[in-house]
C-alpha cells in the first residue's frame, strides 16, 4: 500500500492513503504504530514529505560503479554521515541555492533509496534487520560539493544539509509492495535529461547490512529515515561538471515508488 502525508482543504496535516483523483482515504491512528486505512475520503490541496523524520543517516560511496567513476576505493565498512532534519523539502518544492555558495555552482543532485524506519531497531542481526523497515520512499541527497568538501573541515555534514538538501517523496510505499529493496531501478532526471540510470543491486552495502550496522549500540528509532546512496552520473564528475541552476528541474524516480520532482531556484 501507498501512504501519503498531506495537507486537506482545511490546512490540517494528515496521512492517508491516494487515490485517482487528488484525494485520499484517511489513515486514522499512529503511521509509526497502529493504524488503519478509513472509508472516509479528502482532497489533497497540497503533497507533504511522507515522513518528518527523527533522524537521517547517509551512507556515502555505496554503489560500486558510483565508486568507479570518483576513482575511489571501495569501502570497507558503510560511509556514514547524517543530515539535518531540517534540511527535509517536499515534492514540489523548490529547492534552493544557498546564497553563501559564493564561488560558483557547486550543487549537486543524488537520486538515493530512503529507508524509513518502522519499529525500534538496536543491535539487529541483517537476517531480521528488514523487519524493522516501515517502508520507502524517493530521495535527493542534494549537495553542495566545495561545502561539502572544504567548508566543514572534512566533515560532509554542513554541505549536506542546507534548507531544502533533503526532498523526500512522493508516497511512502510499505515494506510488503516493495518486496526486495536490492532489485529497484533508480534514476535522475535534469531538465528532461537522465543523468543517473541504475539499479539497487549495484549497492556496495545492501539495505539489510545498513540497518544492522546502523543499529550497533545505537538505537535507530521509528521515524529515521536513512539514506543509501547514490549511484553514478553524478555532476561533479562529468566533463564539463553539471550542477543545479535555478530554472531547472530534477526528478527522482524509483521503480514501485513513483517520481519525486523539484524546481530549482536562487536563494532569496
Known amino acids: 500500500m501507498a501512504i501519503i502525508r498531506f495537507l486537506d482543504d482545511t490546512g490540517q496535516i494528515r496521512y492517508g492513503e491516494p487515490q485517482k483523483d487528488d484525494t485520499a482515504k484517511v489513515l486514522q491512528g499512529d503511521l509509526l504504530g497502529d493504524h488503519q486505512v478509513t472509508d472516509k475520503v479528502v482532497n489533497v490541496s497540497r503533497l507533504l514529505a511522507p515522513i518528518e523524520p527523527t533522524n537521517i543517516f547517509a551512507i556515502g560511496l555505496n554503489y560500486r560503479r558510483h565508486a ?11 560511509v556514514v554521515f547524517m543530515k539535518a532534519t531540517t534540511a527535509v523539502c517536499h515534492p514540489g518544492d523548490p529547492i534552493r541555492l544557498p546564497a553563501c555558495a559564493t564561488r560558483g555552482p557547486e550543487v549537486d543532485y543524488e537520486c538515493e533509496l530512503a529507508v524509513i524506519i518502522g519499529r525500534e531497531a538496536l543491535n539487529v542481526p541483517v537476517e531480521r534487520a528488514l523487519e524493522h523497515v516501515l517502508g520507502y520512499t524517493c530521495a535527493n541527497d542534494v549537495s553542495a560539493r566545495r561545502w561539502q568538501k572544504h ?61 544492522s550496522f546502523l543499529s550497533q549500540d545505537t538505537r535507530l528509532l521509528p521515524g529515521t529515515v536513512i539514506l543509501t546512496g547514490t549511484p553514478e552520473g553524478v555532476g561533479f564528475v562529468r566533463q564539463p561538471p553539471v550542477f543545479l541552476q535555478s530554472g531547472d528541474q530534477i526528478t527522482i524516480e524509483i521503480d514501485g515508488i513513483g517520481k519525486l520532482t523539484n524546481p530549482v531556484e536562487a536563494a532569496s
Open 151 to 211: 567548508g566543514g573541515a572534512g566533515q560532509w555534514v554542513r554541505g549536506k544539509s542546507f534548507d531544502t538538501f533533503c526532498p523526500l517523496g512522493p508516497r511512502l510505499m510499505l515494506a510488503d509492495e516493495i518486496g526486495d529493496p536490492q532489485s529497484l531501478a533508480i534514476s535522475s532526471t535534469l531538465n528532461g535529461q537522465v543523468m543517473q540510470s541504475s539499479n539497487t543491486s549495484d549497492m556496495i552495502f545492501p539495505v539489510a547490512e545498513l540497518i
Open 68 to 78: 568507479q567513476e570518483t576513482k575511489a576505493q571501495l569501502p570497507k565498512n558503510p
